[in-house]
């Protein structure tokens, strides 16, 4: 349970300056930040071992203006970055926040890769849906399971505490609603009381809250939710017993490629790069290329929840740089086979509609044409032999709402004051997405996680 208590007259075993909640990207890049500003810190986390959400992704940071950009001789700027964010949002996001991400990005990123040895590099042989450049930036596996690791073992390296298997079930609040404290309950129910100096929140969103989702986002009720069952919405409770404002709740990132039953991501470089997704009768259902993210609802929707990526080897190359599709590959959740008719019987699809279905796609690309949902195939590569197929579906990964926060990731009270010593980052805060799953951006996760993750330890550790 999530409570905000009375701070009056109560003592704290022990006192930080900086206390962070959850181990994710956001939590450690603010204890790596938050040391650097010279102040003692502690990283609560609730598992054994910090996974959380950024495990679960790809682990790529858009970017723009990074040297990683300049050695493929990519042009980028922020300003270019910041209008396909908003052109995605519907310009709904805040501006302020939006600039704020956009212009720290490209130095979060090397300073991530020079101080603590992060071996970023840039997407280059694809583009994700939205961005006007190849700006998504990954480590070697593009893995979130190397980002955390690597974020992990440069905070061990700092000699910076995280104290795991913990789980703060309460904050201690003045009346002015500076938070003083927490109380950390742990496995065998023992607990105790932590005093803080500032308090950030990196404990994600509200995605494995049912009832949350229930009230927010009730087109996802029934989604597989893809993202860390700790994500509880606890930030989101606490935040709004303090007065905070909380902004875009209905919005989320979903995905309408998450490899069925294996329960593995499956790359939208098998849909941008010329492939497409049928439902159960072997036909087309929508504009794959509007966003991974709004396909999730689609694939619920309109296809019943179960559709196929079709995609050919040439895709699956380019798909292999990520280590998901490797899984998925091994696992054999990857069909192939020498021609679509074989294809549609390993598939279980009706071969005569899944043939003619090819032949239209691969028509519209010859003529450049577009389709009848929107899709426009223009000098998108035609496919060949050996065809690929995997069955997915479409899942919830993570909320987009939260509390709301300035550029300095200070949580807000509906009047615009900041509370006092309270900071949000990663899917805790207000995300860029707008009020729906359509404004999500590739990488509006990981980028304010990471970005205001530093910014809120700089912040929080400068605070005295």
């Known amino acids: ?105 490209a130095a979060t990123i090397e300073w991530l890769a020079d101080k603590y040895d992060l071996p970023f590099s840039v997407v280059h042989d694809f583009d994700y849906p939205g961005h006007g450049a190849r700006r998504m930036h990954g480590l070697p596996s593009r893995s979130g399971a190397e980002l955390i690791d690597r974020l992990r073992t440069a905070v061990e390296t700092a000699g910076l505490p995280i104290l795991t298997e ?101 790359t939208w470089a098998a849909i941008m790069e ?22 999730a609802a689609v694939v619920l929707i309109k296809a019943n929840g179960i559709a196929f990526d079709i995609f050919d080897e040439r895709i699956a190359g380019i798909a292999r740089q990520f280590d998901d599709f490797r899984k998925a590959e091994a696992l054999g959740a990857v069909l192939s086979a020498d021609s679509i008719v074989a294809l549609a019987r390993l598939a279980k699809l009706p071969e005569a509609t899944l043939v003619e279905t090819l032949e239209q796609v691969e ?27 995997v069955r997915v579906t479409g899942a919830l990964f993570h909320t987009q709402g939260g509390l709301a926060i300035d550029e300095h990731a200070r949580v807000l009270r509906p009047s615009g004051d900041a509370l006092p010593n309270l900071f949000a980052v990663g899917g805790a805060a207000a995300g860029i997405s707008g009020s729906t799953a359509a404004g999500y951006l590739s990488g509006n996760g990981l980028l304010p996680a990471v970005v205001f993750g530093r910014i809120a330890g700089t912040r929080a550790g400068a605070s005295r």
């Open 1 to 105: 349970m999530s409570l905000v208590l009375d701070a009056a007259g109560i003592a704290f075993e022990t006192n930080v300056p900086v206390l962070i909640i959850g181990a994710g990207a956001a939590g450690l890049c603010a204890a790596l930040a938050a040391n650097e500003a010279g102040r003692e810190v502690l990283v609560i986390e609730r598992d054994p071992l910090p996974r959380g959400s950024t495990a679960l992704s790809a682990g790529l940071i858009p970017a723009a203006g990074t040297r990683f950009q300049r050695e493929r001789g990519i042009a980028d700027a922020p300003a270019l970055f910041a209008a396909d964010i908003q052109r995605k949002a519907h310009n709904q996001a805040d501006p302020v926040i939006v600039a704020a991400l956009t212009q720290s990005a």
């Open 363 to 389: 028509r519209l690309k010859k003529l450049s044409g577009t389709d009848p949902f929107g899709r426009i195939f223009a000098s998108v590569p035609a496919l060949s032999p050996p065809y690929k197929a």
């Open 274 to 295: 010329g492939g497409f997704q049928v439902d159960a009768s072997g036909r087309r259902f929508s504009d794959e290329s509007q966003g991974y993210s709004e396909q």
């Open 166 to 266: 913990a789980t703060v079930t309460s904050l201690y609040a003045a009346a002015d609603g500076r938070v003083r404290g927490v109380y950390v309950q742990r496995p065998d129910g023992s607990g105790e009381r932590i005093g803080c100096g500032a308090l950030v929140l990196a404990c994600n969103g509200y995605g494995g809250n049912r009832d949350l989702v229930r009230r927010h986002i009730p087109e996802m009720n029934d989604a597989l939710y893809f993202g860390h069952p700790g994500n509880r919405g606890d930030a989101v409770l606490w935040g709004e017993k303090l007065g905070a404002e909380l902004r875009f709740m209905s919005a989320y990132q979903g995905h309408g490629s998450v490899a069925h039953p294996h329960g593995i991501l499956i």
